[in-house]
């Protein structure tokens, strides 16, 4: 199972740009299927996430990989 499926509300996601936390505030499908599935694939998925200065935003969940550090990824502990 990938981490992004373990991903859960409430969780914190760490920025690999600017190394500030993000909470996870809502997880919602999203209307296109995962890439290389067929019609009964899986839906991919998209993150509503909490930003320090209060503003809300959605990710899907692709660049919410790319552009994030997930729980459990390395480097996630080293935020300086």
């Known amino acids: ?27 919602q499908k999203y209307h296109k299927r995962v890439y290389g599935s067929g019609s009964p694939g899986s839906m991919r998925k998209k993150f509503l996430l909490l930003f320090p200065d209060g503003r809300q935003k959605w990710k899907i969940d692709t660049a919410l990989k790319v552009e994030y550090y997930l729980p459990g990824d390395p480097w996630f502990d080293d935020i300086r």
Do not use: F, P, T
């Open 1 to 27: 199972m990938a981490k992004i499926d373990k991903l859960k509300e409430g969780d914190l996601v760490v920025s690999r740009a600017n190394k500030k936390a993000h909470i996870v505030l809502e997880i």
